[in-house]
Structures are given as C-alpha cells and as structure tokens.
Nanobody
Framework: VQLQAFGGGLVQAGGSLRLSCAAS????????MGWFRQAPGKEREFVAV????????IYTDSVKGRFDISRDNAKNAVYLQMNSLKPEDTAVYYC????????????????WGQGTEVTVSS
C-alpha cells in the first residue's frame, strides 16, 4: 500500500488542523493505521492508532482529549483531527500502515507516507 499524508501547515497555539492520509490499493481495510510524529532534534514517536474497522483507538498521553483519529475505509483514508494545538505538537507527522497487529510500536509498521509538517506558533 502507498500512503500520502497531507493537511499540515502553520497554526497558532489553540488552533486546529486536520491531517489526512490517502492510501492506494483495494486492501486498505486490512491495515491498522497509525500516526507518528518527529519533532526537530527528536526521535519519531507514536501519536495515535486505529484498528482495521475503526472500532478501537489508542492515543499517546500527550494528545488524549485533543486529537481524534478516524478512518473511512470506503475512501481509503485515515484522518487525524488535531485541536487545542500546542507549540510542542510541532513536528513532521507521518501516517503508517500495519497489516497484522494493532500496535503503537512504530517498528511493527511496514508502510509509511512521506510526512506532512505541522508548525504551531505560540
């Protein structure tokens, strides 16, 4: 599966952005989808994951209550709605796909998009 993330940009603290990730192929519903991010000078980290059907989600603690991951299997897309953004959310955001495991472990993911940059100004 090929992934393309988009929707990033510059936003003021407290604002919102919605990231989208478009997937190619006809087997999108067979993949767990995750969002990860890499801030400048830091390691890439887990943000959120959604199960194959969308019935289960997991978030990293720092985004709970602010971010919402969703998917539309009919449109081969996964989304990350980001609200109440903080400067510490500034990062390149990546979507990724994993076929077999519902996991937050980035090393389990086989397919990655190119990333979309989010900058939150204070």
């Amino acid at each position: 599966v090929q992934l393309q993330a988009f929707g990033g940009g510059l936003v003021q603290a407290g604002g919102s952005l919605r990231l989208s990730c478009a997937a190619s192929g006809r087997t999108f519903s067979r993949f767990v989808m995750g969002w990860f991010r890499q801030a400048p000078g830091k390691e890439r980290e887990f943000v959120a994951v959604i199960s194959w059907s969308g019935s289960s989600t997991i978030y990293t603690d720092s985004v709970k209550g602010r971010f919402d991951i969703s998917r539309d299997n009919a449109k081969n897309a996964v989304y990350l709605q980001m609200n109440s953004l903080k400067p510490e959310d500034t990062a390149v955001y990546y979507c990724a796909a994993e076929r077999d495991r519902f996991t937050a472990n980035q090393y389990e993911y086989d397919y990655w998009g190119q990333g979309t940059e989010v900058t939150v100004s204070s």
